[in-house]
């Protein structure tokens, strides 16, 4: 049952990259990589998600190592919007597995 | 237009008056869950369901209660609600593929209050 280890908060600037990264040292073999965002009062909304290299998509990019032990969510160009708690959650559902979001990672913009 | 849907999204109750909390999702998804979010602690999982008749312990199931009598619905029921059940509550679904949840999609959370 993997577990996730992510900074609690981070802060930046407008119009900069940012990096989250996310630590799964005892991700299973089965296991997909996905990251949820939550802006206050709403439910966490999918992000983007993967299991090894890279994936990209309209929002962010997802960096995985070869060994898959960490994860990183890359967000580019970012706004005053993009304020949120970033989930990473790492997980296979088996017969008795849990899905554990963890305590995620406050980012706040400054303009 | 596809979206899970809670009810009721404010309550405020006292201690011991047995409740229910409804979710509800049009989208024909086998995978349904609960979660409850504290300051501080993120989201944890309270109770899940793969599918009708399927329900199975999250992270924090004590104090909970939950059926999977349809598809579409996934209630959560507090036969005993304690004031540390105060807390901001979101109900999830999700398809399956290969065993596998996909992304999920959350309600709009339900703020509840054990006076």
């Known amino acids: 049952l993997a577990k996730t280890t992510q900074p609690i908060s981070m802060d930046s600037y407008e119009g900069q990259e940012v990096n989250i990264t996310c630590s799964h040292n005892?991700?299973?073999?089965?296991?997909?990589i996905t990251w949820y965002q939550q802006f206050p009062s709403q439910g966490p909304r999918f992000i983007i998600q993967?299991?090894?290299t890279k994936v990209t998509n309209e929002v962010a990019s997802l960096f995985i190592p070869a060994d898959r032990k960490s994860s990183t969510l890359s967000l580019p160009r970012v706004s005053l919007s993009d304020t949120a708690v970033y989930y990473c959650?790492?997980?296979?559902?088996?017969?008795?597995?849990?899905?554990?979001f963890g305590t995620g990672t406050r980012l706040q913009v400054f303009p | 237009e596809a979206q899970v849907t809670q009810n009721p999204r404010y309550l405020i109750t006292v201690t011991g008056k047995k409740l229910t909390v409804t979710c509800s999702q049009n989208?024909?998804?086998?995978?349904m869950s609960w979660y409850r979010q504290d300051p501080g602690l993120g989201l944890r999982q309270i109770y899940y369901?793969?599918?009708?008749?399927?329900?199975d312990k999250g992270d924090v199931p004590e104090g909970y209660k939950v059926s999977r009598k349809e598809k579409r619905n996934f209630p959560l029921i507090l036969e005993s609600p304690s004031p540390n059940q105060t807390s901001l509550y979101f109900c999830?679904?999700?398809?399956?593929?290969?065993?596998?949840?996909?992304?999920?999609?959350f309600g709009p959370g339900t703020r509840l209050t054990v006076l």
């Open positions: 993967g299991y090894k």
């Open positions: 959650l790492v997980g296979e559902l088996h017969n008795t597995d849990k899905l554990i």
């Open positions: 369901s793969m599918n009708v008749e399927v329900t």
């Open positions: 005892n991700i299973a073999t089965n296991d997909y």
């Open positions: 989208m024909n998804h086998e995978y």
């Open positions: 999830a679904s999700s398809a399956m593929t290969s065993g596998r949840v996909d992304t999920q999609y």
